[in-house]
């Protein structure tokens, strides 16, 4: 009797034993897309990666470009014996002009900040005080006050959730040629990864801008490819300091930079995205004349990055929108954005900021919000 009970705990451990070996290899199948065979039977567990929500996508895009789209249905009754029918009503802002936004480009690799998000940032360098923000202040001022702003966009547009960043140039034009004759400063790394440091403490992103002098993109963007291989760390450039087509010292013209320039800028983003296995990045540029961007129609974005152009002139709250309209309203690449300039939009004649709701109530609405 004693002999038969071991035999069956035997048998019972075996067969205990092959359960939690079968369970484990169902595991492995389930995270490596591995088929599993037992004697003849075949077990087959995928895992199916996240996808992007399109239709979400379309809607917030719509709404970008104050579309609203809403369903309405009218229902049989018994006396007039009507099927039931179902509308579509499209309501877009009347205007004289073609309809030029949302605009037509390709959908991002899931995990796209745009358009689900809108984000507001600080701009500025710490050397420079009035560069912007971010050199004025102490970094824990900078962050207080960067909240608040970041809650005020939330409460004035409930429905997009709102994301804090900081714009750090990390590359300055100059007014002195320098050793090389580049007319740009590349800043030192323990400035860069203060910024850094600032947006992790706010789970916030950072912009590394690239203000390249007589330099080029191709030369100075590689140079931060140990930062833009980060999760959060995204691009701005800036054309107004690209000189390499005047050959004039920054600050005394207007630079310019084409779309080829941007497009090598997006591709090179891209390839960075794809070998990090990363979400999409955002890359933006600003512009406040025609020509800081030329061939704006052949800049391409890509699922791996997406395109913002940024209308950063100051003036009055008139100036600011008719600028816009004019660069970015009637020459659409991807995504809008604004600056927001707290001492030069406060210059006579304007008699403040311009108002949220007016900067909302923008074509398209801005998905950027940088503050200077």
């Known amino acids: 009797m004693f002999k038969k009970n071991k035999e069956s705990l035997g048998y019972l ?7 939690v070996l079968a369970c484990v290899l169902i595991g492995i199948a389930f995270y490596s897309n591995t088929t599993i065979y037992f004697s003849n039977e075949k077990f087959v567990q995928t895992f199916s990666p996240p996808v992007l929500d399109k239709e979400l996508y379309d809607f917030k895009l719509n709404q970008l470009a104050h579309i609203t789209v809403s369903t309405s249905t009218s229902t049989s009754t018994p006396a007039g014996n009507m099927e039931a029918t179902s509308t579509l009503a499209l309501n877009v802002a009347t205007s004289s002009k073609p309809v030029l936004w949302p605009t037509k480009t390709v959908y991002p690799k ?13 701009y500025g360098n710490f050397y420079s005080k009035a560069m912007g923000v971010l050199g004025e202040y102490a970094p824990e001022t900078v962050l207080s006050m960067l909240a608040v702003e970041a809650d005020k966009w939330r409460m004035a547009d409930p429905t997009t959730p709102v994301i804090m960043a900081l714009n750090y140039i990390a590359v300055t034009a100059q007014k002195s040629a320098g050793e090389d004759g580049m007319y ?5 790394k323990d400035h860069i990864q203060k910024a850094l440091d600032m947006a992790n403490q706010v789970n916030g992103l950072v912009f590394l801008e690239v203000q390249v002098g007589l330099s080029t993109p191709q030369k100075e963007v590689p140079l931060l490819d140990e930062y833009l291989t980060q ?6 450039l800036d054309p107004e300091f690209a000189m390499i087509k005047s050959g004039k010292r920054p600050g005394t013209v207007i630079g310019t930079m084409d779309a080829a320039d941007i497009n090598w800028v997006i591709d090179h983003l891209s390839q960075i995205v794809q070998d990090n296995n990363l979400p999409p990045k955002v890359l933006i540029v600003h512009r406040f004349t025609e020509n800081m961007v030329t061939n704006h129609n ?24 008719r600028v816009y309209e004019y660069v970015i309203t009637d020459e659409p690449v991807q995504f809008a954005g604004i600056k927001i300039f707290y001492k030069n939009d406060l210059k006579a004649p304007s008699s403040g900021l311009m108002p949220m709701k007016q900067v909302l109530d923008l074509m398209p609405a801005p998905s950027y919000i940088q503050y200077q």
């Open 13 to 19: 451990k075996v067969i205990a034993i092959s359960l």
């Open 110 to 122: 899931v995990g796209a900040i745009l358009p689900f998000n809108r984000i507001v940032a600080y």
């Open 184 to 188: 740009r400063l590349r800043m030192p």
């Open 231 to 236: 999760k959060n760390v995204h691009l701005a």
């Open 298 to 321: 052949l800049i391409i974005p890509t699922p791996e990055v997406q395109v913002v152009i940024v209308m950063d002139g100051w003036g009055t709250p008139e100036l600011k929108e």
